[in-house]
């Protein structure tokens, strides 16, 4: 069983930055994609961004531009570099890790953006 475990969440200013990790227990490189989710107060859970085995990355048009997945395999870990952040983008963010049958998920970590 893999646990995923996220950090780098809190509370920043509009035009702000943060960095997410996201560290497995186990080894990533199996992982056919890992991604990040989030979810907006009262809204419902959104990818934000896919990273898949190949490397080919997935954003959605509110975040393209601003938001970087990547991942370090030494360090079973991946990353959601997110720069100029809006009030929009207040939610949980959660990692995602899967792998044929399995499908993973972290506990989130809050961002909130004030304006």
């Known amino acids: 069983q893999v646990q995923l475990v996220e950090s780098g969440g809190g509370l920043v200013q509009a035009g702000g930055s943060l960095r997410l990790s996201c560290v497995s227990s186990?080894?990533?490189?199996?992982?056919?994609?890992m991604g990040w989710y989030r979810q907006p107060p009262g809204k419902e859970r959104e990818l934000v961004a896919a990273?898949?085995?190949?490397?080919?990355?997935n954003y959605p048009d509110s975040v393209k531009g601003r938001f970087t997945i990547s991942k370090d395999n030494a360090k079973n870990t991946i990353y959601l570099q997110m720069n100029s952040l809006k009030p929009e983008d207040t939610g949980v963010y959660y990692c995602?890790?899967?792998?044929?049958?399995?499908?993973?998920w972290g506990q989130g970590t809050q961002v909130t953006v004030s304006s």
């Open positions: 995602r890790a899967q792998e044929s049958l399995y499908d993973y």
């Open positions: 186990g080894s990533i490189f199996g992982f056919n994609v």
């Open positions: 990273l898949d085995e190949t490397g080919r990355t």
